[in-house]
């Protein structure tokens, strides 16, 4: 039988500690969002689950006690419950037995809310990525454990880590989802034999209006998103320019506590901030692809190739006459349109080199090959356009083409103008540019082939 992950994935209210709610639904797993010590807290989820075992152990024994207990022998190591101890990484997971509360009980430790606004929009890219890599490592551990059947997971970083509700619960929504999307993608036959029937994500708040009203923006973001989990396709929680002022807010904090300082920072900053001008292309993505990982991929694939045949659509206009024969239209908005095009493509592509610690990398290294030469194609013939209709009435397309792409020059030209000494310099660095990325990516991706003797 097919298991569709849409409905999988469920919405409920109620405490996560309630031992007779989960025994009702058949839970036998439970996420804990923890602190990293694994030592309990008196507020939130972990308060609760860890209060609800507690009660249910004897001898004056506490759930903390059996975590170093369990913990400790699987490392081989001797007993110690020191309280400042880390046993658990932010954006890491750990499994332990559930002590009567259910069979198992997977801690996650998420990441500390940076931003000083409720709405989401001052968090730093780096702690938003922790806290969905918590989600990867619940779904890390449940393939390793072909048992667990249901399972209860929290809001994780919307209590005292303090992660605005509606922001925690898109990425907790998305994370969950995209982990199965890629487990079933790796290996459809194991995700289809393994017992996972249901996870549920648990909405509690000790106000009843907020917990009404939590409750119905997980369920509208679930649904939103199952339209797509349907499909087995993965859905993305936030939209470019949220993307990019976290970006902005991750240079501006830690950039100098990872080593970079005056110029290397002050080039980020500002790629960052120039990438502001191309918002109306990346806005096109969004309102395109929307929550779809898969199709807003797309669609930067089409705007690429649209870029890279805009300049030969420009020039087929002024040849033939198929736009109305303004000069402003073809001496200043269409050469202008290029540049903007050619701006666009060069500063991502530097974003992709000087950002690379933050920026995750967007499918896979055949992908970027071909986006790679892709956007090679476009630069060049986007500099060739600008050369013909710098030239046009000494040069045809094709010279200026063959310009672009070998850097030969027709007699025609006056080849001692500064204007033409500004296009070879930039031809010349378009090339090194782009040999440069080709470069890096076969020195940082490419691994050594292993040949039979």
């Not at 095009?341 to 055949?366: C, E, F, K, W």
Request: aromatic share 14%; proline share 2%.
């Amino acid at each position: 039988m097919d298991k569709n992950i849409a409905c999988m994935l469920k919405i409920v209210r109620g405490k996560i500690g309630d031992a007779e709610e989960l025994a009702l639904r058949g839970i036998d797993t439970v996420v804990n969002a923890a602190n990293p010590t694994l030592m309990g807290s008196d507020r939130g989820v972990d308060g609760c689950i860890h209060a609800a075992i507690n009660r249910k152990l004897d001898n004056g024994e506490t759930f903390a006690g059996k975590i170093c207990r369990e913990l400790d022998k699987e490392k081989g190591e001797e007993q110690d419950r020191e309280k400042y101890k880390i046993r658990c990484s932010r954006g890491q997971a750990v499994m332990t037995g559930g002590y009567g509360l259910c069979r198992n009980i997977i801690h996650v430790v998420g990441s500390q809310y940076d931003g000083k606004s409720r709405g989401g929009i001052g968090c730093s890219s780096s702690r938003v990525d922790l806290l969905e890599s918590c989600y990867y490592e619940i779904i890390k551990i449940v393939r390793s454990n072909a048992d667990i059947e249901n399972i209860a997971i929290p809001v994780i970083g919307a209590g005292e880590y303090g992660f605005p509700y509606e922001l925690a619960v898109r990425i907790a929504l998305s994370g969950i989802g995209n982990a199965l999307v890629d487990w079933k993608n790796e290996d459809e036959e194991l995700f289809e034999l393994g017992k996972l029937r249901n996870i549920y994500f648990y909405i509690y708040d000790d106000n009843p209006k907020e917990w009404q009203k939590n409750y119905r923006y997980a369920e509208e973001v679930l649904n939103r998103y199952n339209l797509l989990f349907r499909n087995d396709k993965k859905v993305v929680f936030q939209n470019s320019f949220m993307a990019q002022i976290r970006y902005m807010n991750e240079i501006i904090r830690y950039d100098r506590k990872r080593g970079y300082f005056a110029a290397a920072r002050a080039i980020r900053l500002l790629l960052i901030a120039v990438r502001f001008l191309f918002m109306p292309v990346m806005m096109i993505k969004d309102m395109i692809g929307r929550t779809d990982w898969e199709k807003r991929r797309l669609v930067v694939e089409l705007l690429s190739l649209a870029k890279m045949f805009c300049p030969f659509l420009f020039w087929i206009f002024w040849q033939y006459g198929y736009w109305p024969q303004h000069p402003w239209v073809h001496e200043v908005l269409f050469p202008i349109a290029v540049i903007y095009g050619m701006s666009d493509t060069v500063t991502y592509l530097l974003t992709l080199i000087m950002m690379a610690d933050i920026q995750r990398p967007s499918a896979n290294l055949i992908r970027s090959m071909i986006m790679l030469f892709v956007n090679y194609i476009e630069v060049t013939v986007g500099l060739s356009y600008l050369y013909f209709m710098r030239y046009k009435g000494s040069i045809t397309f094709a010279d200026a083409v063959q310009f672009g792409i070998l850097g030969i020059q027709k007699e025609a030209v006056d080849t001692s103008a500064l204007i033409n000494q500004v296009f070879v310099y930039a031809d010349g660095a378009a090339k090194f540019f782009f040999i440069s990325l080709v470069f890096g990516y076969f020195a940082n991706h490419m691994k050594q082939r292993k040949f039979r003797s």
